[in-house]
Nanobody, 119 residues
Framework: QVQLVESGGGLVQAGGSLRLSCAAS????????MGWYRQAPGKERELVAV???????NYADSVKGRFTISRDNAKNTVYLQMNSLKPEDTAVYYC?????????????WGQGTQVTVSS
């Protein structure tokens, strides 16, 4: 069994910052890519940022220069530092990880954490 647990969401004013964390636990052999997605009301889920096991990162154009993704491989944890937040960043943020559990690889999702940015 593998579980992803997120934390760090909340309410912040425009221009403020938040840091999201996501810890993977369970019978994990290896983790390759870890990432953050978000889904705003009435919109499809979209990729925010992703990081591979070697530390290579990729960001959505809308968050480049404002958000930073990082990971601690020893703790099976991925972080998302969000600065200069805008009202359009308001969404439920989901953690995703590609994990080897036993002999197979699968994608796992966290439960989601709400981020609300007020204007």
């Amino acid at each position: 069994q593998v579980q992803l647990v997120e934390s760090g969401g909340g309410l912040v004013q425009a221009g403020g910052s938040l840091r999201l964390s996501c810890a993977a636990s369970g019978d994990i052999i290896c983790i390759s890519a870890m990432g953050w997605y978000r889904q705003a009301p009435g919109k499809e889920r979209e990729l925010v940022a992703v990081i591979n096991s070697g530390g290579t990162t990729n960001y959505a154009d809308s968050v480049k220069g404002r958000f930073t993704i990082s990971r601690d491989n020893a703790k099976n944890t991925v972080y998302l530092q969000m600065n200069s937040l805008k009202p359009e960043d308001t969404a439920v943020y989901y953690c995703n990880a590609h994990i080897q559990h036993g002999w197979r690889w699968s994608d796992y999702w966290g439960q989601g954490t709400q981020v609300t940015v007020s204007s």
